[in-house]
């Protein structure tokens, strides 16, 4: 049986690899002979990897799955304790290529190889983060969880959703994600490849 959380969790890294993939795209593409909506682009998609997985998705996981599944599989601690650190640093690592990408726009192609390596760095990070989740907790959680636990799970999840994986749509994103799916390439957009 899939519970709905598991799904929602899947839904919401896709979501997340789609936007990471169409970030590798633009920086390969570049800001050509329209920098700024290059730059107003690659902004709205850190502000929504900020927005959404950081600040809505990440503490589910740490404050609802991990805890439930440290107690019923403590042998999955390390793993725990570092996609736990993965969560604490990841706000700053958004800040980060937040500040390079602006440094990029603001003073010229000197910056654009700090931002282009930082921001290769972290979809590394990030895809790998994911693939851990996917392939270590996900499998554990759903043979060692209780149906109560499911219960609270599954409708802790289902709250706050990111629209991008079929959560609601909440109108005071729609200049965000307009932004981004006019530009930004597929998987995420309908701009040029």
Do not use: N
């Amino acid at each position: 049986m899939t519970h709905s959380s598991l799904q929602i969790i899947r839904d919401e890294h896709a979501a997340v690899a789609a936007m990471l993939r169409s970030l590798v795209m633009m920086m390969e593409r570049g800001p050509g002979d329209a920098p700024e909506r290059f730059f107003d682009v690659l902004r709205a998609m850190l502000f929504y990897i900020d927005e959404f997985p950081e600040r809505r998705h990440h503490p589910k996981e740490s404050d609802l799955l991990f805890p439930r599944l440290a107690r019923v599989a403590p042998e999955l601690m390390p793993v725990i304790r570092q996609l736990e650190s993965d969560h604490m640093k990841g706000e700053g690592k958004v800040r980060e290529l937040q500040h390079l990408l602006l440094a990029w726009e603001l003073i010229g192609e000197t910056r654009r190889a700090a931002f282009t390596e930082a921001a290769q760095a972290y979809v590394g990070f990030y895809l790998e983060h994911m693939r851990t989740e996917e392939t270590q907790i996900l499998p554990a959680a759903q043979k060692a969880l209780t149906a109560e636990d499911w219960v609270q799970l599954d409708a802790a999840f289902q709250h706050e959703r990111d629209p991008l994986a079929g959560g609601l749509r909440d109108p005071c994103y729609d200049r965000l994600f307009t932004r981004i799916v006019l530009t930004a390439p597929a998987p995420i957009g309908v701009g040029a490849a």
